[in-house]
């Protein structure tokens, strides 16, 4: 039984090895590359690694489902008030990114409600963007690797809603009437990098040092989401005494690996049949 256990785990090792990056993350440059999250600042997970890709040439794309519009304990706003907050919020912390605001994509769905909205409809536009943007990679939450992974709602829906748009992406006769009357065509994304992942699955590290302050500088930008804005909010700016404390805490949450700053994701190259086995 030692043995077999052993050999289970040498396979298992030797698939993260297999499955790393051909060319280190750190050099990729010319590639589109689209990230799938729920809510605006989800991105946060891996903006490290998106400033670094943006400033080395290659093109991002932020695609979110819901406008955030119930995140905050303030009473006082409305969900209109604050999905206007959260969108000016995530274009200023994609602007310190480096990453321009055109390249930003709401598809508007309301907060917290992502499953109990028409799948079929949200994984139509999700596909509608796939076939636009035609990435080679895709960032999106980690479904889970052999077994599935909990994650609060919203989460939940959009690491399954972003498998399954890649999914039917690449099929030309699932959601045909894009290609008739869009003028869009099929398309199989090659690569992902999935974040907020196991830590058990994590088998590429991307080193962020060189962009640590600049995603310390775009995080402070959610104003609604940290101290007294997520209670009261009189944005769209911190002031001086809770933007150093949001930005000393948030300097204490890096992972440090091998002694450097870094961000932490499940890469898989292949058809997305087999994005969790």
Known sequence: MKKVTIF?????????????????????????IMLIGAHPDDDTYSQGTLAMLQEHGNEVFIVTLTTGNVGTQDTTLSMTDLANIRRQEELAALKVLGIPGDHYINLGYDDGMLEY?????IVANLVRQIRKIRPDVLFAFDPGKGSQRWRKADHRSASYLAADAARAAMWPLLFQGQITNEGLKAFTIPAYMLYDCDPAAINTWVDISAYKDKKID???????????????????TLSPKE????????????????????????YYKGLPDNIGR
């Open 218 to 236: 775009a995080m402070a930008k959610y104003v609604s989401q940290w101290s007294s804005g997520w209670y009261k909010y009189t944005g769209p």
């Open 243 to 266: 933007e150093k404390e949001v930005k000393e805490k948030l300097a204490r949450h890096f992972t440090l690996h091998d002694g450097k700053t870094m961000e932490g994701f499940r």
């Open 117 to 121: 909205q028409n799948k079929k409809d």
């Open 8 to 32: 289970f785990f040498l396979a298992l090792t030797a698939q993260i090895a297999f499955t790393q990056p051909d060319i280190p993350v750190e050099q990729w440059t010319g590639k589109t």
